[in-house]
């Protein structure tokens, strides 16, 4: 996570997921988390601690966000999902 008040150094943030991850992606402020079963999206802003934005069902093993919306394949179909 970038350090917008000094430049210099970054923040290091672990989380603990009730799930195993099978894959994430970043956008902005927006980390999600999926493996297959569920998802999980959190708002992540320097050194405080993430909040999650939402959890949903999802049996989708590739997916991608952007900006609001999360992207992903559902029976050989793309999806839009706005949160």
Known sequence: MKNETDPSTD?????????NIKGLDTCQNNV???NGKYAQIYEV???KNPVM???????STVMALHE???????NGKIEILNF
């Open 11 to 19: 923040y290091q943030i672990i989380m603990t997921l009730g799930m």
């Open 32 to 34: 999600l988390f999926w």
């Open 45 to 47: 802003y320097g050194n």
């Open 53 to 59: 934005n939402g959890t949903f069902e999802s049996s």
């Open 68 to 74: 609001e919306s999360i992207f992903q394949n559902k």
